[in-house]
């Protein structure tokens, strides 16, 4: 591809981590998506979670009748693990059509308070899901109170990812939305069972996007922004053509007023431009080219599916994010709100 390319297209990218919620919030958000992905992993952190294949079926069902009619998008379920998930549950999630099980350390993030306590408490859950070929998704960071807030991902990789990566080397695992260089070096470093999906935003923020002249509470989310070498440390890793890091948005949307808060949520908004934003990481890198198999390609061949037949179109084309998007009976607020974007979907 040329350095002056100003139009490309791509097979339909997937987004292989995704926060959509159930009634409301669900409707005013699930087409976004829908547009711009073919499928995409959701996340079951719903209140309650998750965390069998009834629930799961539930939400997908929800989800689906949400979609506006004429929609092809797909759904894929993840079951919320606990310290008392039961084999038989595993399994009955994996026949329901339930692609992978997701662990949350107590207390990590967003409706997490029904998590894992103690990774030796899902042992059990994991030699199942290793024989069946069920993928372990990981919210890798740690949540002892004494364990700073930026080094929480780093200290997860030492105290419990390697243990887990070394005692059920057949299990595959999607270390999600990783957030610095020591997880990108694990990841190159561990067998081709070891995976990572990589957010807009830790592409094209570093903390001090989010805490310089003023705190920036539609960036924050967890993990939280790091320092700029892990940023770089991710950007190179993303446009690096290396089929282990691939797309998956994070994208969980909360009303402005839960973020423009004294206790603020965690998480960004990126739904509506999800490709845009990638595409802007990827180009100012110099590397458009790479887009493609991140985005579209490398996450369904970790995951055993098929690659999406449709394609979509990029252009090379300035426009303004917007301010804000309708969302249950007030706003939200999308990543880079107001700021300008140099490659538009058509
Ligand atoms: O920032 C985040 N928000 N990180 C997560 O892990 C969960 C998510 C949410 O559900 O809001
Ligand atoms: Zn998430």
């Given amino acids: 591809m040329q350095k002056n390319t100003t139009q490309i297209n791509l097979i339909k990218p997937d987004d292989w981590h ?103 408490n899902i042992y059990r859950s994991l030699e199942t899901m290793q024989k069946l070929g069920m993928l372990l998704l990981v ?94 440390g991710l950007i190179e890793a993303a446009t690096s053509g290396n089929p282990k890091f691939f797309l998956g948005t994070d994208s969980a949307p909360h009303a402005k007023t839960d973020k423009e808060s004294s206790c603020g949520c965690a998480g960004v908004f990126s739904a509506p431009h999800a490709i845009e934003l990638y595409a802007q990481a990827f180009d100012q890198a110099g590397a458009i080219d790479k887009l493609e198999g991140f985005a579209s390609k490398f996450g369904a061949d970790f995951y055993g599916l098929a690659h999406n037949t449709s394609t979509i179109t990029l252009k090379k084309q300035d426009w303004v994010v917007p301010a804000s998007y309708p969302f249950i009976s007030g706003d939200i607020v999308p990543f880079m709100a107001e700021k300008t974007l140099s490659w538009k979907v058509v």
């Fill in 18 to 120: 995704l926060h959509v919620r159930n009634g409301k919030a669900l409707k005013s958000v699930i087409s976004m998506t829908a547009k711009q992905m073919g499928r995409a992993i959701i996340m079951p952190n719903l209140n309650p979670p998750v965390t069998d294949a009834n629930g799961a079926n539930a939400y997908r069902e929800e989800i689906i009748s949400a979609l506006p009619k004429d929609s092809v998008f797909k759904p894929l379920m993840v079951l919320y693990l606990t310290d008392k998930t039961t084999s038989e549950v595993i399994t009955q999630a994996y026949n329901a059509g339930v692609v992978a099980v997701k662990l949350y350390p107590v207390g990590a993030t967003t409706n997490s308070d029904g998590g894992v306590t103690n990774i030796k």
């Fill in 139 to 232: 919210h890798g960071e740690v949540t002892r109170s004494e364990v700073d807030i930026f080094d929480r991902e780093a200290v997860f990789i030492d105290e419990v990812l390697a243990q887990v990566t070394s005692d059920f080397s057949e299990l595959k695992i999607v270390f999600e939305h990783i957030t610095t260089k020591n997880a990108v070096d694990f990841v190159r470093e561990s067998s081709d069972n070891i995976a990572a999906t990589i957010t807009p935003q830790h592409l094209l923020n570093n903390r001090n996007d989010m805490l310089v002249g003023g705190i920036k509470p539609h960036t924050y989310c967890l993990p939280v922004l790091k320092r700029v070498e892990h940023q770089r």
